[in-house]
């Protein structure tokens, strides 16, 4: 079956450092891969995707992910992090043609 | 507006009542489908249409949920008999194909369903 682990629970980073939120993944063939993001009270935004191409991919906000086949890993990535970015943040594997699957969720706490 | 759209944003309603959620996709997008988000089960996907097909009904969790798209546009996910435990947040999103073609999802904000 299809499925993503998110194996942090939450991640604390200070403001101006790199953060990364872990996700491994568990399928059959070659995944499609999607990173979104929840604030407080909201639904979830779209941050990025991997479907096929380049290992890294670029989205919104400065947040990248690397696609690791070997490690079956798609760690979310962004340079410096801002207080602002503090938020829940999913995992999601494409299942059969129709539906996601999501991770558990991390949260991403940013200290000023 | 553009995005998903959800209606009622909150609802509080007594055990044994029927509910009925709504949701407006955006315009054009011909999949919809419905997640649930609760504390101890994190997202769970509930139902999913797409354009003229059956849909895929396999994660509603009983028979007292139900959903239907009218006109390939609005959906309304209705729950009879509301238990405690349908307490979650219910979210709604659409996207332009299926997903499985690589096309994201986007979600509405979610109706707070509170079964008291």
């Known amino acids: 079956a299809q499925s993503v682990a998110q194996p942090e629970d939450q991640v604390n980073v200070a403001e101006g450092n790199p953060l990364t939120v872990k996700c491994t993944y568990s399928v059959s063939g070659n995944p499609y891969l999607f990173w979104y993001v929840q604030y407080p009270n909201r639904g979830l935004q779209f941050l990025l995707k991997y479907i096929t191409g380049d290992n890294l991919v670029k989205g919104s906000y400065g947040f990248e992910a690397e696609f690791n086949k070997s490690q079956t890993s798609f760690h979310l990535k962004k340079p410096s992090a801002l207080v602002s970015d503090s938020a829940l943040y999913f995992c999601a594997v494409v299942r059969g043609y129709s539906t996601l699957t999501f991770g558990k969720g991390t949260m991403l706490l940013v200290s000023p | 507006g553009a995005g998903v759209s959800q209606s009622p944003s909150n609802k509080v309603t007594e055990k044994g009542k029927d509910v009925e959620l709504r949701c407006d996709p955006i315009?054009?997008?011909?999949?919809l489908y419905w997640y649930r988000q609760s504390l101890g089960q994190g997202l769970e996907f509930l139902i999913y249409f797409q354009g003229n097909s059956a849909p895929d009904k396999s994660g509603l969790p009983s028979d007292r949920f139900s959903a239907e798209r009218t006109g390939g546009s609005v959906s309304t996910l209705t729950i009879q008999r509301t238990q405690q435990e349908d307490s979650a947040v219910y979210l709604c999103?659409?996207?332009?194909?299926?997903?499985?073609?690589?096309?994201?999802?986007?979600f509405g904000q979610g109706t707070r369903l509170t079964v008291v």
């Open positions: 999103a659409s996207s332009l194909a299926a997903i499985g073609g690589g096309t994201e999802a986007f």
């Open positions: 315009s054009g997008h011909t999949a």
